[in-house]
């Protein structure tokens, strides 16, 4: 379980823990959705039974439902509705990724995709130096120790640990993890700023999936937002202007 300035990230789930796609699981997932909608009208209609309502009485609770629902976490709106806010939560957060960071992006991709060269590993600063980095610059300038931070930074590194071998490789950089990262050895060691701006780039599509409040979340995106300002200020000195080309690639064969 991840934790993020007190709210708890969905947890990582193995593929041993997901139900296969069979007719029998199908089945039970039907009949559990047919029974929670049972229990909602059941709700539903003792309480129209308690109070009857008039037309102003609905007009206001129509609002104040709205107001209700603006405020929770997306999961328990349509699917047509949550789409859209998910949306433009992540379209908020991109507008707000500074134009630099985003050229970064495509330098590496291109680095890596289109000329075979990997970053040279163990990099330094390493993820876990720049994070460090970071909670002394945020302790200098409000003068204390900001605990939501420190937290905040504790759960990124947990979450980059666990996400960088699942999202964010390039497949010709699967082979260098294979042999840079054994035994309890964690990425956050090994790997620097490089990969840990393309974990940025998954935060928005991760924390449409975060149960919190809306409130919240703004916030966690505000201070997101000004790590990666820490980034941008430092860029010169946190990212490698220039990739390995003499690391094996995915093949076993050295990139030219």
Request: charged residues 35%; contains cysteine.
């Amino acid at each position: 379980m991840f934790i993020f300035n007190g709210y708890s990230w969905d947890e990582w789930v193995t593929n041993d823990r997901l139900l296969k796609l069979t007719e029998e699981n199908i089945r039970k997932q039907q009949e559990l959705e047919k029974s929670q909608s049972a229990d909602k009208s059941v709700k539903s209609g003792r309480s129209s039974q308690h109070k009857p309502k008039g037309s102003n009485d609905a007009k206001t609770d129509k609002e104040d439902t709205k107001s209700l629902v603006k405020g929770k976490k997306r999961k328990s709106q349509p699917g047509v509705t949550e789409e859209k806010e998910r949306k433009s939560s992540e379209s908020l957060f991109m507008s707000h990724f500074p134009s630099t960071l985003k050229k970064q992006l495509v330098d590496d991709w291109e680095f890596v995709t289109q000329l075979g060269k990997v970053v040279k590993l163990p990099r330094s600063p390493t993820v876990d130096d720049i994070l460090a980095k970071y909670l002394e610059h945020r302790t200098k300038k409000d003068n204390k120790i900001n605990d939501s931070y420190a937290e905040i930074l504790k759960g990124l590194r947990c979450y980059f640990d666990k996400a960088l071998p699942a999202m964010l490789l390039y497949k010709k950089e699967r082979q260098q993890y294979s042999e840079e990262v054994k035994g309890d050895v964690s990425p956050s060691t090994i790997y620097g700023a490089e990969h840990l701006l393309r974990l940025f780039v998954k935060l928005p599509e991760l924390l449409a999936s975060v149960n919190m409040e809306e409130d919240a979340l703004n916030k966690l995106q505000q201070k997101l937002l000004d790590i990666l300002k820490f980034l941008q200020k430092n860029q010169n000195s946190f990212f490698l202007s220039a990739y390995d080309s003499g690391s094996k690639g995915t093949d076993g064969i050295k990139a030219k």
